[in-house]
Nanobody
Framework: QVQLVESGGGLVQAGGSLRLSCAAS????????MGWYRQAPGKQRDLVAT???????NYADSVKGRFTISRDNAKNTVYLQMNSLKPEDTAVYYC?????????????????WGQGTQVTVSS
């Protein structure tokens, strides 16, 4: 199994910055995708950003130019640097990892979710 531990959420004023971290541990053979999703009250969970093992990134249009995703493959950790935060960025942010846990089955990837961390941006 894979465990994900998130940190870095909190309360910040509009225009401020926060940095989220998510460390993966457990029986990990390899990690393909790492990413962040968010869910505001009463809304569906939406993609924020993803990053592949090779460093290719993808961002939601709403965060392009403000958020930066990065990863440390040696530490199995993904980061989300959030700048110029807006009240509409307020949500629970979830770490997401797609990993291979069985080296004998490298074709079998499993998706794991973190417990979520609250980000609140005040106006």
């Amino acid at each position: 199994q894979v465990q994900l531990v998130e940190s870095g959420g909190g309360l910040v004023q509009a225009g401020g910055s926060l940095r989220l971290s998510c460390a993966a541990s457990g029986s990990i053979f390899s990690i393909n995708f790492m990413g962040w999703y968010r869910q505001a009250p009463g809304k569906q969970r939406d993609l924020v950003a993803t990053i592949t093992s090779g460093g290719s990134t993808n961002y939601a249009d709403s965060v392009k130019g403000r958020f930066t995703i990065s990863r440390d493959n040696a530490k199995n950790t993904v980061y989300l640097q959030m700048n110029s935060l807006k009240p509409e960025d307020t949500a629970v942010y979830y770490c997401n990892v797609v990993a291979v846990v069985d080296g004998q089955r490298p074709d079998l990837s499993i998706r794991y979710w973190g417990q979520g961390t609250q980000v609140t941006v005040s106006s």
